[in-house]
């Protein structure tokens, strides 16, 4: 391809609103262009790339037995009420109707349907089990559109569903395409890890495991244990309940004492010479029509999503401060658990306390000398804490949990029945008794992961793409193009690279060496070729962009140095 005809145009300064490294690099390279926030149009670089993922993603869905197909991204909104996950969803959905006022949604995923199509297909068990996938654009109103291709409202996405008779069957299934991403992504040239993870509005009975790149602008926090291999979405990640000591002194009875205006944690570990985990903090929170309390220690931080699945609630949210001060009978700050006339949940690490300090339910005082149990309630102990830095593996028990940040780029789900009972895809089993499938569903971010590929994969002078992925495999730069013998070196190298299919960029254009230097290492193909004034003794120099080692060589040696370097992929 000539440089000079290919729509590229690119910019010294990324726009003010491109934040993350990928996003700045995209738009300066000229890979893509914004539309409307959370809308991209993808150029010829950006679409090519997009390409090559898509064909790593279908040789791997493919060689794991699932098989193509294309739905609608137009869907009736009676399926998704059906399903009930219309009002889960919400205000994300977007939603369009027809000239007869029939309500539809722009599909942000598609288990309604794809449940709905395999329901009118298939009756029989053994017509089971049975994968599908598509690679398709998908839409959702993110409330605050973001990071690029990151957080669109507009993005592609591969999904999967499996369909089998039995919960075994749907483990083998999971398992396929659980490995299936992780030849995937190794073939993306990207370090992740697949962590348990949280259902969310996707839902299902059985577990789940989210595949995130590691990136410090990652969004989502993972806990990965320093000696086995357990790692865990921060939302997922398991507190291990401490051994409470029996045989401790009697502790004092229960004293109160004055703390004017402390009603923070912070202050009373800076004012007091408290540390924080002795310290036993009650929030108040609302969901399901019910008002409860969750006492977590000073140091820890309540999981909302561990309470609610707990609660069998889909939703929860602190309550407000009138609230508060209505129920417990005192402004936040100065609540605690004694006493209290509501639901306590109490996090494992409290139940596992000693005595701690806690709120007095009176303004401007606490307790001190308080005991789980002889003067709070333990009848609801569970893990409804984050875990915290430094914790112990609840695995291997050996190891301790560290933080790093990551970006979910793909995700695998046992749905069980939740949608085949809903919708009725139900077959016939050998007794000819009617059964519910059993369902799992499988995601990548396409144009997600070709942005967190950039995240790892970039300098500060531009992107590096893996040798996979690369709009082009080779660039080359023609440092004066009105050098007759530098034209004629370019050509004739350009020619032997795409004879062996080795596809070839060429600058061409009749600028300065180096605005074509700067817009070569942006851009980010692998390999570069740079023909220069020592083209007349037959030699260009060849350049690797990950390791910028350059180096002068005969032409035949740069061949012999391209196709050592893509093999085995020519």
């Known amino acids: ?98 000239r007869h006022e029939r309500e539809f949604i722009l599909g942000p995923t598609h288990e309604e349907v794809v449940t709905t199509l395999v329901r009118n297909e298939i009756s029989s068990y053994r017509k089971l089990p049975v994968t599908i ?24 996405m591969k999904d999967a569903y499996s369909f089998d008779i039995s919960s075994e069957g749907l483990d083998k299934s999971y398992i396929q395409m659980f490995n299936a991403y992780h030849q995937i992504f190794k073939r993306c040239g990207l370090e992740f890890r697949a962590v348990h993870a949280d259902s969310g509005a996707i839902g299902g009975e059985g577990g789940s495991h989210e595949f995130m790149a590691l990136a410090g602008i990652g969004e989502d926090t993972i806990a990965i244990c320093s000696s086995c291999d357990y790692a865990a979405n921060l939302e997922q990640a398991e507190a291990l309940r401490p051994v409470k000591n029996e045989f401790v002194m009697q502790v004092a009875e229960i004293e109160k004492f004055h703390t004017p205006d402390i009603r923070t944690i912070d202050q009373l570990e800076q004012e007091l010479d408290i540390q924080q985990e002795l310290i036993i903090k009650t929030l108040v929170y609302e969901g399901g029509g019910q008002t409860f309390a969750v006492v977590v220690r000073g140091d ?46 109490v996090d494992a690490a409290v139940a596992g306390m000693t005595e701690g300090i806690t709120g007095a339910g009176e303004k401007d005082y606490h307790f001190r000398n308080v005991v789980p149990a002889r003067d709070f309630s333990l009848e609801q102990v569970g893990d409804f804490r984050n875990v915290a830095e430094g914790d112990v593996c609840p695995h291997c028990l050996e190891g301790v949990l560290h933080f790093q940040q990551g970006i979910e780029v793909g995700h695998v789900f046992k749905l069980g029945t939740k949608y085949s009972e809903k919708l009725g895809a139900s077959y016939l089993d050998r007794s000819g008794k009617s059964q519910p499938m059993i369902m799992g569903c499988y995601g990548i971010g396409i144009s997600r992961l070709m942005s967190a590929i950039v995240e790892q994969h970039h300098d500060e002078d531009g992107m590096m793409w893996p040798k996979t992925l690369a709009p082009y495999q080779v660039h080359i730069l023609i440092m004066s193009v009105k050098d007759a013998e530098q034209v004629a070196v370019a050509e004739g190298l350009y020619e032997q690279l795409t004879k062996l299919g080795i596809e070839t960029l060429i600058d061409d254009r009749d600028e300065r060496a180096g605005v074509k230097f700067k817009d070569a290492s942006l851009i980010g193909i692998p390999l570069c070729v740079v023909v220069g004034k020592q083209a007349a003794q037959g030699s260009v120099e060849y350049l690797e962009r990950a390791t910028a080692g350059k180096e002068v060589l005969v032409i035949m040696e740069v061949m012999s140095r391209i196709k050592e370097f893509y093999s085995p992929l020519i």
């Not at 726009?15 to 539309?35: F, K, M």
């Not at 998908?138 to 993005?155: A, H, N, T």
Request: aromatic share 8%; proline share 4%; hydrophobic share 40%.
């Open 1 to 98: 391809m000539l440089q000079s005809n290919l729509l590229l145009t690119t910019l010294r300064e990324a726009p003010s609103e491109a934040e993350t490294s990928s996003h700045q690099l995209l738009l300066r390279a000229g890979y893509i262009r914004q539309l409307a926030a959370g809308v991209y149009t993808y150029l010829p670089l950006g679409r090519r790339v997009l390409r090559k993922i898509e064909a790593i993603v279908r040789d791997e869905m493919d060689a794991s037995g699932a098989q193509e197909v294309l739905m609608p991204s137009m869907q009736p909104a009676e399926l998704w009420k059906e399903s009930g996950r219309y009002e889960v969803y919400g205000k994300e959905l977007m939603t369009l109707q027809d």
């Open 133 to 156: 996938y598509q690679i398709q654009t998908k839409f959702r109103d993110e409330r605050r559109p973001r990071s690029g291709l990151l957080r669109g409202r507009e993005f592609l």
């Open 300 to 345: 820890h931080e309540v999981n909302e999503i561990k309470v609610s699945k707990y609660l069998g609630m889909t939703e929860i949210k602190l309550a407000e401060y009138d609230a508060v001060k209505s129920l417990a009978g005192v402004e936040s700050g100065f609540v605690g658990p004694v006493g209290l006339p509501l639901t306590i949940l």
